[in-house]
């Protein structure tokens, strides 16, 4: 980056044009590939509960990526254009994500009408909150059990998320003629994503734990288990990004790499450390550090490509994988129910070893089902996505 003295204001820093560009970082699709795997041996495994609960950081490194990747495109088009096409940047998403998810709806709208039986009319309204995003507000009511597309709640975070980031983003970043990024906007949206990554890991630890219970506090903390703030975190590690750009400092390039050898110590000691209750997954300050440690741990990916950990996220089987993890994670969990009922019709009363058998089967058809949704219905609609990149 451009940033032109040590004295420079952080906004002005932040809107200097930057010598370091995005570029294909394929050591993020493999770690995408290993964040969509965690999660389906999450699912596919229910019955080992805490043996398999830490599994879930998944979710956060999704939400890290995100937020890192959505906010440096957001930085690059500043820098090109001056200002945001908020009209392009929502018709890209919905490009890349409406396609393969109301697929997904359209297969599941059928079988809720054909086979739902007795919980048909919990299936519609999973749909219809599924469809217009606000799934989130769905589990936070309703509880986890019960639900065939429990893993979606993702999804209508980021979309919420993204309906106001890149908004506020354009108030904040946007030049104002002849005076240029303001720098007490920047300060104030700064403090302010800071607050929220502090304030929701608070509430994650201190509400009561009951999910499911139809009350004003169970729904808060079923919110707040949701995770937006490691979103945040990741915009605030694109943020970082774009002021430490430049690379003339050493002793912080060290630091950035001692960091994300201790970021990814936290998120592996927090699978591995998720059967004792001080670790638990969500309301441990063990957990909720190895949340943040998602961001770091992506921002180091993109800061040393070339440390260890990096090269064997970018080997071909991962990278691969990471390509078609939009459908896999849409897809596994619907297709491990179908296979389950199959195992289950075998091996009655069993359920662990019906989990065991039933994993490779859904994984070989979750497979199979990410490669058509990637041939047929992913790529066209990113070719017709480029129509509208920044």
């Given at each position: 980056m451009n940033d032109t003295s040590t004295g420079s204001s952080v906004a002005d820093r932040l809107a200097a044009p930057s010598d370091w560009k995005m570029g294909w970082a394929p050591q993020l699709d493999g770690l995408r590939a290993i964040a969509t795997m965690s999660i389906m041996v999450f699912h596919f495994l229910s019955s080992f509960g805490d043996l398999v609960g830490g599994l879930v950081i998944g979710v956060d490194v999704f939400f890290a990526l995100s937020g890192f990747l959505i906010t440096t495109l957001l930085f690059a088009e500043m820098e090109k254009k001056q200002t945001i096409s908020i009209r392009r940047f929502y018709i890209r998403r919905a490009v890349r994500l409406f396609p393969a998810l109301y697929t997904l709806l359209a297969v599941f709208l059928v079988f809720a009408l054909a086979a739902g039986g007795k919980d048909r009319n919990h299936y519609l309204g999973e749909i219809v909150a599924v469809f217009f995003y606000v799934y989130n507000y769905f589990v936070a009511w309703f509880g986890v059990e019960g639900n065939a597309l429990i893993q979606l709640w993702t999804l209508s975070i980021e979309q919420q998320f993204y309906l106001l980031w890149p908004l506020l983003f354009l108030v904040v970043f946007r030049p104002r003629e002849g005076q240029g990024v303001s720098q007490a906007k920047v300060k104030a949206l700064i403090a302010a994503m800071i607050g929220f990554v502090v304030l929701w890991p608070v509430l994650r630890m201190t509400l009561p734990r009951e999910l499911g219970e139809r009350n004003l506090s169970s729904t808060v903390f079923g919110l707040s288990i949701?995770?937006?703030?490691?979103?945040?975190?990741?915009?605030?590690?694109?943020?970082?990004?774009?002021?430490?750009?430049?690379?003339?400092?050493?002793?912080?390039?060290?630091?950035?790499?001692?960091?994300?050898?201790?970021?990814?110590?936290?998120?592996?000691?927090?699978?591995?450390?998720?059967?004792?209750?001080?670790?638990?997954?969500?309301?441990?300050?063990?957990?909720?550090?190895?949340?943040?440690?998602?961001?770091?741990?992506?921002?180091?990916?993109?800061?040393?490509?070339?440390?260890?950990?990096?090269?064997?996220?970018?080997?071909?089987?991962?990278?691969?994988?990471?390509?078609?993890?939009?459908?896999?994670?849409?897809?596994?969990?619907?297709?491990?129910?179908?296979?389950?009922?199959?195992?289950?019709?075998?091996?009655?009363?069993?359920?662990?070893?019906?989990?065991?058998?039933?994993?490779?089967?859904?994984?070989?058809?979750?497979?199979?089902?990410?490669?058509?949704?990637?041939?047929?219905?992913?790529?066209?609609?990113?070719?017709?996505?480029?129509?509208?990149?920044?």
């Open positions: 949701m995770r937006p703030d490691a979103v945040a975190l990741g915009c605030l590690a694109a943020v970082v990004m774009r002021l430490w750009a430049r690379r003339d400092d050493p002793t912080r390039e060290r630091r950035i790499s001692v960091a994300g050898n201790i970021a990814l110590a936290l998120m592996l000691g927090s699978v591995a450390l998720a059967p004792i209750d001080a670790f638990q997954p969500f309301v441990s300050p063990f957990a909720n550090l190895a949340i943040m440690a998602c961001a770091v741990f992506v921002f180091d990916l993109i800061r040393n490509p070339d440390k260890p950990v990096a090269k064997v996220l970018r080997s071909k089987p991962l990278v691969w994988i990471g390509e078609r993890s939009y459908a896999m994670y849409m897809w596994h969990l619907l297709l491990f129910f179908i296979a389950k009922g199959f195992v289950e019709g075998a091996l009655p009363g069993r359920t662990r070893l019906v989990e065991l058998i039933t994993l490779p089967i859904a994984f070989g058809l979750t497979f199979l089902v990410s490669m058509g949704s990637w041939r047929f219905i992913e790529q066209p609609a990113m070719k017709l996505k480029a129509r509208f990149g920044a």
